[in-house]
């Protein structure tokens, strides 16, 4: 059973940076691709990165050049740095796995973690 688990949420100031993990186990990592989604309050479930089984990153036009999206495949880690952080970017992070090559929106990935919340204050 694919599991994956969200970690490094917290609170930080606008212009601040935080780098979010996701442990997955249960899986071949880099067999999978995986990706990074957000959801604001009251709104849906948005992507921000993936990363494809061979590296291929593809980022949201509302963060790229604000995050990196990485992984560890000895250590089955998947990374998001993100940087000059705005308040609009509170949500609550998810992780998601898939061993669907270019599976790049929510409905694409078959299993994801609880999340963890990033607030950014102004």
């Known amino acids: 059973q694919v599991q994956v688990r969200e970690s490094g949420g917290g609170l930080v100031q606008a212009g601040g940076s935080l780098r979010l993990s996701c442990t997955a186990s249960?899986?071949?990592?880099?067999?999978?691709?995986m990706g990074w989604f957000r959801q604001p309050p009251g709104k849906g479930r948005e992507a921000v990165a993936t990363?494809?089984?061979?590296?291929?990153?593809s980022y949201a036009a509302t963060m790229r050049g604000r995050c990196t999206i990485s992984k560890d495949n000895a250590k089955n880690i998947l990374y998001l740095q993100m940087s000059s952080l705005k308040p609009e970017d509170t949500a609550m992070y998810y992780c998601?796995?898939?061993?669907?090559?270019?599976?790049?929106?929510?409905?694409?990935?078959?299993?994801w973690g609880q999340g963890t919340q990033v607030t950014v204050s102004s």
């Open positions: 249960g899986l071949t990592f880099d067999d999978y691709t």
């Open positions: 990363i494809t089984s061979d590296g291929a990153a």
């Open positions: 998601a796995a898939d061993p669907f090559r270019d599976a790049r929106y929510p409905g694409d990935f078959g299993s």
